[in-house]
């Protein structure tokens, strides 16, 4: 979720009933260097806890100092370690899920960053269910995990290799958490109220982690809290409330200038966008148009073309 669960999508998500949230990831070598740029994935507000501020790397002893510096900076209320991303040039770095193959590397890491931290704040880990399909070893490497004092371990339930293709095996990430007794969160392919009560009910898991459903549909947090208290279906957001939301979204994110001034902002989050207006009438040809926007006013046409249009369609 780099470049997505940032300040401000985690402000809408919270909103929307998100109870826990992980920063961006963020290079602990980075951290050390006191890299400006670094240094301001760790932000989060008042409003956002309880959340944990997620570090990769491969030094455990490097880890820890970084994991330091952070609860001085700001006090999250955990540190959370990733051991699960796919991306190659984070992989080819020894991080994130490249320490599936190396249990005495990632316990080393585990290690160095739990007994740095000490009893400030609980240090927890995040990793898939293996490298490969020859190499599924998700309940050993949580076995692991608890020994060098993770306090909670999430588990996104497919290899390295697969990515985010295929189904998540959520029969490993079940074994997972019978096999230790520190609370184990699920990920993977919960889109909906329904997914996350079929995870609940069948496997072992004290906690159900949403990610890339939230990017086109942040109010799934919303309608999966009304669906497991009252097993009713919320009604399909209104058109205009989804752009409200766009629109407010690079209204907040120009004026946070995190990403430069008002063009580079909205630049930076034609990605964004486009996952945003997924499913909305016409989606092919908003995208392209998406493709090319470069303030808020662009935004406005296109969001009043697109009710436009979606009011012309209710009509005929």
């Given amino acids: 979720m780099a470049g997505v ?23 602990a070598e980075g951290i050390m260097q006191a890299d400006e740029r670094t240094r301001k994935y760790t932000d989060f507000s008042e409003t956002q806890r309880p959340v944990g501020v997620q570090l990769f790397g491969a030094d455990g002893t490097r880890m820890g100092e970084a994991a330091k510096k952070i609860i001085d900076w700001k ?99 079940d074994a997972v958490a ?4 520190v609370p184990v969160i699920g990920n993977g392919d919960i889109s909906c109220g329904a997914d ?11 906690g159900v982690m949403i ?31 989804r752009w409200e939301l766009v629109l407010r979204h690079c209204r907040l994110a120009v004026d946070s200038k995190r990403y430069g001034d008002e063009r580079q902002t909205l630049t930076a989050m034609r990605s964004r966008l486009m996952a945003y207006c997924k499913g909305f009438p016409g989606a092919k040809e908003l995208r392209q148009k998406i493709c090319q926007v470069s303030s808020v006013l662009e935004i406005e046409d296109l969001a009043a073309f697109s009710l436009g249009q979606a009011e012309i369609a209710t009509m005929a």
Avoid at 178 to 181: D, G, L, N
Avoid at 196 to 206: D, F, G, I, Y
Avoid at 227 to 240: D, I, K, M, R, S
């Fill in 5 to 27: 669960t940032d300040l401000i999508f985690r402000q809408i998500c919270k909103e929307l009933g998100a109870d826990v949230m992980v920063t961006e990831f963020v290079s």
């Fill in 75 to 173: 006090r999250p209320d955990f540190i959370d370690i990733n051991f699960g991303c796919p991306v190659n040039k984070v992989v080819a770095r020894n991080g994130g899920s490249s320490l599936l193959k190396d249990c005495p590397l990632l316990s080393s890491v585990a290690e160095g960053v739990a007994k740095a931290v000490g009893d400030q704040v609980p240090v927890t880990a995040k990793i898939r269910i293996g490298w490969d399909e020859t190499l599924v070893n998700a309940v050993e490497v949580a076995k692991i995990l608890e020994g060098c004092g993770m306090q909670a371990i999430a588990v996104h339930g497919r290899t390295r290799s697969q990515g985010y293709g295929g189904e998540a095996n959520w029969d490993v990430i």
């Fill in 178 to 181: 019978r096999a230790v007794s």
């Fill in 196 to 206: 996350l009560a079929k995870r609940k009910a069948e496997t072992a898991v004290s």
């Fill in 211 to 241: 990610g890339r459903a939230a990017m086109q549909n942040p109010w799934v947090f919303r309608e999966a809290k009304h669906f497991v208290q009252t097993g009713e279906v919320l009604p399909p957001v209104p058109l205009e409330e």
